[in-house]
């Protein structure tokens, strides 16, 4: 496998092959870094991380991955660079290649981080789009597969927002990884039925199976991973609030919800959750609102099934993998 100067820009760019090597990879690396076994394969490189949006588990992932490769950082916030509004996607991407090894983007349109790659002469990892969240994915496919010790086969619900970055990676990568995929949510909800239908090629290819159900009962129903997100992402406007809390209150993950899946299953969620009044957001959202939490309840959030803090370390590791291998330190 050659991952040597790849991007790394959404999941249907990769095989299942590769796919399944990153994960091994970032695995290897996770046991690694727990014997405090030295992996500073990359050692003198500087990647750039470009960050039009906030974050924490993205941001520090990169640094620390990049830190233990032995590699040095330098973080571009959402207002400290000139990209954009002084200087053009093109012109930056030049730039930057003339200084780093790799360079780190997240921000808005899917097109932008393509734009960086096409003129960018090292590789550009997507931490983020609004289409797409290809090292989240990762990180979950670790989780699960510590969790179950495999992927195939896995009956993998998706609650919520189905049609940002979140719902249509996940779709992505249950496609290629032959994991049984159903999006829950009202119908217009579910992803543009043009990725639909390039996740349907893979399935056909891979065994994965997709599904999109209006009815919670029904679509949890036998699951493995029940699995949220926020219903208003990072850069949408606060007025689309009221709407989505109208139309996907009945689609929160509550306990009477858990309940119904499989004895074995567990919760995931990216992070950053509305599980409590804990948060700026959350605390004026709920009372505005009249609500304690949004997308998952605090019950489930903080109950023996959830998996989401070992989900977030997995990031680290996956980003890991992610950078090795396309920078060429492994084979
Ligand atoms: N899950 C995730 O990407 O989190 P951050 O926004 O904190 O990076
Ligand atoms: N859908 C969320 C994911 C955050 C990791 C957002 O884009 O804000």
Redesign the pocket.
């Known amino acids: 496998m050659n991952f040597a100067g790849r991007d790394f820009l959404k999941l249907l760019d990769y095989t299942p092959e590769e796919i399944s090597a990153l994960i091994d990879l970032a695995a290897e690396f996770k046991a690694k870094k727990k014997a405090g076994v030295p992996h500073r394969l990359c050692e003198g490189k500087n990647i750039a991380l470009i960050f039009e949006k906030t974050?924490?588990?993205?941001?520090c992932s990169f640094e620390v991955a990049a830190h233990d490769l032995g590699m040095g950082t330098t973080y571009l916030d959402p207002s400290g660079s000139q990209i954009g509004k002084k200087e053009s996607i093109a012109d930056t991407a030049r730039v930057l290649s003339g200084i780093y090894d790799g360079i780190e983007y997240r921000g808005f349109g899917q097109e932008i981080v393509e734009e960086l790659a096409k003129y960018a002469s090292v590789p550009v990892w997507n931490g983020?789009t609004n289409e797409f969240?290809p090292t989240?994915i990762l990180a979950d496919f670790l989780t699960i597969r510590e969790q179950f010790g495999k992927l195939a086969g896995i009956n993998f619900v998706y609650m919520g927002d189905a049609r940002y970055n979140m719902g249509n990676s996940l779709m992505v990568g249950c496609a290629k990884m032959g994991l049984n995929f159903t999006a829950c949510a009202p119908k217009k909800y579910f992803p543009d039925p043009e990725l639909v239908a390039a996740c349907e090629a893979v399935a056909a290819e891979t065994g994965a199976t997709l599904r999109f159900c209006e009815d919670p009962a029904e679509a949890v129903k036998g699951a493995n991973v029940i699995y949220t997100d926020v219903w208003v992402s990072m850069g949408e406007p606060v007025e689309v609030w009221e709407e989505r809390i109208r139309e996907l209150a009945p689609y929160q993950v509550n306990t009477a919800l858990m309940e119904m899946a499989a004895e074995d299953a567990v919760f995931m969620h990216?992070?950053?959750a509305f599980h409590d009044d804990k948060t700026g957001v959350g605390k004026e959202m709920g009372e505005r609102f009249g609500r304690d939490s949004m997308e998952v309840t605090d019950e489930v959030f903080e109950s023996e099934r959830s998996v989401v803090f070992r989900e977030a370390e997995n990031r680290m590791h996956t980003i890991k993998a992610v950078m090795a291998a396309t920078l060429g330190a492994v084979k």
């Open positions: 974050s924490t588990r993205t941001r983020l969240h989240q990216c992070l950053p």
